[in-house]
């Protein structure tokens, strides 16, 4: 902008459209005696962008004390501004799509997002004195507790967990725990995202069943084929066996009839010749 683009016109002119309601109430408060504004402000460029400030608006006062006069000072923050945007953008997407618990180093629950309250079953209130170990089923209490120790020295961890809900009921959270450190190098918290996987869990562990389930019904199948096999083979045996004793009886039977002083003669029921003596 050149000095006539700006001398003479009103401030408001480079306040933009979406803050001009807003600043509108600041400047009638100024102009009226008030106290000085400090604040991010968004200004209107020459091309119509949007920069953000960081604004100081100072009331100059004559000796009657009357304001003459508006200082305004102001340092373009945009690009920082724009940086802090992106990043709350993120931390919102985080917290919209995981579960966010913050912990003190010595475990205590100091934060969480909405998504841990539904998952859990508890209250911000019922969980103020709650602590990340209150979570932890029994049997895995002294595991986790070294695991702990290690993330308070600094170590970030990942792997999977169960928590107990209210209701008594096991989740598994897929969640890694990241040590934060304050302007001393000491670890001020514990910031754990997680996922709930338990529905996958409980699918694993039904395919698991099923597979085992499968597994036996071969084996049983492979036993009665086996089984099978052993009385067709003794049914083989005393099939022949049973042959074997019949054709002795025959021989034996014809071996009698053949000495028989009486001409036999054996017919069958189609009345052909199956046995005559001499």
């Given at each position: 902008l050149?000095?006539?683009?700006?001398?003479?016109?009103?401030?408001?002119?480079?306040?933009?459209?979406?803050?001009?309601?807003?600043f509108n109430e600041i400047w009638d408060e100024l102009v009226k005696g008030g106290h000085h504004y400090e604040g991010y402000m968004k200004l209107l460029t020459k091309s119509g962008h949007d920069i953000w400030t960081l604004s100081t608006f100072s009331c100059v006062r004559?000796?009657?004390q009357t304001v003459v006069?508006?200082?305004?000072?102001?340092?373009?923050?945009?690009?920082?501004?724009?940086?802090?945007?992106?990043?709350?953008?993120?931390?919102?997407?985080?917290n919209n799509s995981n579960i966010v618990i913050d912990y003190a180093p010595s475990g205590r629950l100091v934060d969480c997002n909405q998504m841990f309250i539904d998952t859990i079953?508890?209250?911000k209130d019922e969980l103020k004195d709650y602590s990340v170990f209150n979570f932890?089923?029994?049997?895995?209490?002294?595991?986790?507790?070294?695991?702990?120790?290690?993330?308070?020295a600094g170590q970030s961890y990942r792997g999977l967990s169960r928590l107990t809900t209210s209701g008594g009921e096991v989740k598994w959270l897929d969640v890694a725990y990241t040590?934060?450190?304050?302007?001393?190098?000491?670890i001020s918290k514990v910031v754990a995202i997680a996922n709930d996987i338990t529905a996958q869990k409980n699918m694993e562990t039904i395919i698991q069943q099923q597979n085992e389930q499968i597994k036996k019904q071969e084996q049983a199948l492979k036993d009665s084929e086996a089984d099978l096999e052993t009385k067709l083979a003794?049914?083989?045996r005393e099939v022949k066996a049973q042959y074997q004793e019949i054709e002795k009886v025959k021989v034996r039977n014809e071996k009698t009839l053949e000495g028989a002083h009486d001409a036999i003669v054996t017919i069958n029921q189609s009345g052909d010749v199956e046995f005559f003596n001499r």
């Open positions: 050149s000095n006539s683009d700006v001398v003479g016109h009103h401030i408001s002119m480079f306040i933009s459209e979406k803050n001009r309601h807003q004559d000796s009657m006069k508006i200082l305004l000072l102001a340092m373009d923050t945009t690009e920082q501004q724009e940086k802090n945007i992106d990043f709350e953008n993120k931390i919102k997407a985080v079953g508890y209250s932890v089923v029994d049997k895995e209490q002294n595991e986790f507790e070294t695991t702990w120790n290690n993330i308070i040590p934060v450190m304050n302007e001393k190098d000491e003794e049914a083989r």
